[in-house]
């Protein structure tokens, strides 16, 4: 994995003064492909009280001349097992390797902070991104489809992060 990140794109950590991009972000991306549902309604309408007093963290990608760009975030799913979820790049910013970067960061976090299981779920159509978790140490997991693939109409796809390739 390599951790360094280009001099245009600083990653910062959740503060309720960029909550408004968890949410611009997010909405933007799954609008564009799916449609909201009610648990991301009330995840990126809150997301406070429903990722971070739960033990979940939030970052977001600053682009030195675009602004935030990318966020993504891990939500507690409780006995050391968390959700990378909500991770999206504005349209706008799309191409630049803010994905790969900010994911890179997460990956890196989540080894810092001794996480035991994280997992994503997604759907088919999101090819890249599918592609990008792969290349990243994410692998396809049944066991992970059968426990939480049930939280999103849209989940179609379920992976378990296994280390760097």
């Known amino acids: 994995m390599n951790n360094e990140i280009p001099a245009q794109i600083v990653i910062k950590a959740y503060n309720?003064?960029?909550?408004?991009?968890?949410?611009?972000?997010?909405?933007?991306?799954?609008?564009?492909?799916?449609?909201?549902?009610?648990?991301?309604?009330?995840?990126?309408?809150?997301?406070?009280?429903?990722?971070?007093?739960?033990?979940?963290?939030?970052?977001?990608?600053e682009h030195s001349t675009l602004g935030i760009v990318g966020t993504c975030a891990f939500w507690n799913k409780g006995n050391n097992s968390f959700e990378l979820t909500k991770m999206g790049v504005l349209k706008s910013a799309r191409g630049l390797k803010i994905?790969?970067?900010?994911l890179q960061h997460v990956l890196t976090e989540a080894q810092t902070l001794g996480i035991k299981k994280l997992f994503l779920l997604t759907n088919?159509?999101?090819?890249?991104?599918?592609?990008?978790?792969?290349?990243?140490?994410?692998?396809?997991?049944?066991?992970?489809?059968?426990?939480?693939?049930?939280?999103?109409?849209?989940?179609?796809?379920?992976?378990?992060y296994a280390g760097p390739r």
């Open 124 to 160: 088919a159509k999101c090819e890249s991104a599918i592609h990008l978790y792969q290349k990243n140490g994410f692998r396809h997991d049944r066991s992970i489809m059968r426990e939480y693939g049930q939280n999103y109409a849209r989940c179609d796809v379920a992976m378990l």
């Open 16 to 61: 309720p003064a960029l909550a408004k991009h968890f949410e611009t972000i997010n909405k933007e991306w799954i609008e564009d492909m799916f449609v909201l549902e009610p648990v991301d309604k009330q995840v990126l309408e809150d997301p406070q009280s429903h990722i971070i007093d739960k033990g979940g963290k939030i970052w977001f990608a």
């Open 99 to 102: 994905g790969e970067i900010l």
